[in-house]
């Protein structure tokens, strides 16, 4: 594609990526307007004539797509597409009724571009993602609880989007113009509006942002600026700008301005000479500037050759006094389609918006964190309220993860972006993730089964196994495996509990509240049983909410049993049976089902055991195995069967 701009198909925002300043000739000629990216000038010449080509609708409805006015953009596609064998207008048309709503009808248009275009440009994996995106629409996991709002003090009709933090409020990109330099007859041909400058909101005693003024005059050029980034101290900007050299914009081969970021140092209270970062490109775009906690590297968009899309996320990292060159993400966060707007928060989570991963519509804004060797994992659509079916970007959050911003170009905005924004009440859940190793040797573990007992506050002293869960042997091919059985569990409760597997690498994620205290079992048969208690307050602001739980391999049989009425001989479901190991004094939990039987998995050899039953109107039931009797063999089941009596209350 020749305009960085025409790779980020709709959002207006992302209009600061074309910041390219084409010369323009015969402006009185609609397609020459249109083909020189003037596409809100081009509309009304195209809608005025007396009759409309195929060719015309078709720049008409791409001129709409491109400023982001999705309805008109949708009559105009509607009127040609069924009749058009381009694919990529099938594919325009089909996100284009994403974003209005229509989610049905725009799965039918992705599946026709799907056949339209087959395996060309290896662009399978972005049509499937986009498909599968809209049969989710409803399942989408809400990430945090937040309640958003509209910055309706900042926020114009022009352009306002992609905040920063900054002092006691936040920098943000505007095409409302300003006074500093006369920007009123220097337009942006592809919105036919102001070029885009930084301005600076403050924060009132309310928590609203007011008090909108130019940042920083010696920053304003007449040339596009922004996004901006900051380091910690607030003592280095970096910025993104039109390519310039000794103060005049400087052109490509193909005679556009490309983008660039820049940076500069604060003396006492100026900003000094801007100066480029040495990994910019004559030839490609680089923006949207993202600087680590430590300060050590630089995220940015660019849409430099060799990467998996249009536009994607790299990181350059600062060594020996100079910035590299810039490293791709790779597929984790890069796709087929466009990737932009990188934030990074202190905890290391990369925030970024995509329209090549599936979502809402649009822009939607996702997250990845690294493993344990620094590789960026499966991104995560953050979901509803901060994505939309219009474009959602601009994610910025504080230290706490209690409160930040982000830009929409939801309907209920006052121009065509906005900035919001959020609250995350301190009770939202706290994204943990959880990974099981063998004790020894740290390799993962796969397959582990965990059990999460949630419990509150007022009630953690209260049994973890009063649900009806159980854990019973089932026959798999390479001898026993462990299921969990029972009956469901009552939320109403004070104690909740929740059942994971851990994947093919040895973990899984879930989300803990701050409120709460949570009993973590991990069971696999061959490994010792491992628990762990966790307090969800502790988790407040920490970097890391990874927790790797060591299982320890051991000779071990399985133990079963059933709970029964020492006078009738019935089964007692629901009964409490503790085991304790007496050669180590550990005990373990479980419920007996509706037939009284219960299970332990793992039972570690050579030593004895008391098994005690506990329940409401019966007296303690106890009974005795032993493990050195010389049956440890690996699936080998001992069984046993406890009895108790009916209390006094029962008779």
Known sequence: MKYFKSLLTTTLCFTLFVASVHAQKNKDNTDRIYDNMGYKAAIPLYESKASINMEEMSKLANAYRLISDTENAEYWYA??????????????????????????????????????????????????????????????????????????LINTKKIDFSPTFYKDGIIFVSTRGVQSVKHENIKGSWVNDNLMTLFYADKNLDGALTSVKEFSIEQTTKSHEGPVCFTKNGSKIFFTRN??????????????????????????DSWSEPRGLPFNTREYDEAHPAISPDGTKLYFASDRPGGFGKIDIYVSEFINGRWGTGKNLGPKINTAGNEAFPFIHDDGTIYFASDGLGGLGGFDIFSSIQDDEGNWTKSKNIGTPFNSNKDDFGFILNVLKTEGYFTSSRGEGAGRDDIYSFVIPQDAPIEVRFCAYEEGSGNRISDVQFKIVEQFKDNITASANEDAMILEEASVTNGFALN????????????????????????FKTHFKN??????????????????????????????????????????????GVVERKKY??????????????????????????????????????????????????????????TNRGICILGATLSTVIKMNDSEEDH
């Open 484 to 507: 969990y059985k029972g009956k469901e569990v009552d939320l109403s409760n004070k104690n909740s509990v929740k059942l994971f597997n851990t994947d093919e690498i040895g973990e």
């Open 569 to 626: 001989k019935k089964a007692i479901p629901n009964a409490v049976i503790t085991l304790t190991n007496l050669c180590t004094g550990e005990e373990h939990s479980v419920t007996s089902n509706e037939e009284g039987y219960f299970y332990f998995p793992c039972v570690e050899c050579g030593c004895d055991f008391i098994l005690k039953s506990q329940k409401h109107n019966f007296s303690d039931g106890t009974a005795k195995q032993s």
């Open 515 to 560: 409120n709460r205290k949570y009993q973590v079992i991990a069971t696999k048969d061959g490994y010792k049983v491992a628990e762990e208690t966790i307090d969800g307050e502790m988790l407040q602001g920490k970097r890391s909410k990874q927790f790797c739980i060591p299982l320890k391999k051991m000779r071990c049989v399985n133990l079963d």
């Open 79 to 152: 009127q040609f597409v069924d009749e058009s064998t381009i694919p990529k207008q099938t594919l325009y048309y089909a996100q284009t009724l994403q974003r209005n709503g229509r989610f049905e009808l725009a799965k039918q248009y992705y599946m026709k571009y799907d056949k339209m275009v087959g395996s060309e440009e290896g662009s399978g994996k972005r049509r499937t993602l986009l498909a599968a995106a809209i049969d989710r629409m409803n399942q989408l996991e809400y990430s945090e609880k937040a309640t958003i709002k509209n910055e309706s």
């Open 243 to 268: 390519d310039h050299l000794n103060k005049n914009r400087r052109n490509s081969s193909e005679g556009t301005t490309k983008l660039q970021i820049y940076t500069s140092v604060k003396v006492d």
